[in-house]
Nanobody, 114 residues
Framework: QEQLVESGGGLVQSGGSLRLSCVAS???????MGWYRQAPGKKRELVAT???????NYGDSVKGRFIISRVNAKNTVYLEMNSLKSEDTAVYYC?????????WGQGTQVTVSS
């Protein structure tokens, strides 16, 4: 059964850091993995993606603060979040893309207190 399991969310003060992890299991030929987020009352938005070749893409609001990385052999993607702001508060979802499908994790809550 295809599965993405996220971890690392929690409560952090403004200016702090958190590291999210996502492990994909039973998903083959992954071409890209990434993170998206959805705040209450807002649409889900891109945070960052990384391809199997290492190319990265970031949402404008997180550029310079967040870093995405990936260990292909472990089907794992990480999101290092620094200089967190209250507007970063959201549920963060992991996504894996193959040539045939997309899979989403259940999400992990990140709350930044001001």
């Amino acid at each position: 059964q295809e599965q993405l399991v996220e971890s690392g969310g929690g409560l952090v003060q403004s200016g702090g850091s958190l590291r999210l992890s996502c492990v994909a299991s039973s998903i083959f030929s992954i071409t890209a993995m990434g993170w998206y987020r959805q705040a209450p009352g807002k649409k889900r938005e891109l945070v960052a993606t990384v391809t199997s070749g290492g190319s990265t893409n970031y949402g404008d609001s997180v550029k310079g603060r967040f870093i995405i990385s990936r260990v292909n052999a472990k089907n794992t993607v990480y999101l290092e979040m620094n200089s967190l702001k209250s507007e970063d508060t959201a549920v963060y979802y992991c996504k894996a893309t193959t040539p045939y499908s997309e899979s989403w994790g259940q999400g992990t809550q990140v709350t930044v207190s001001s």
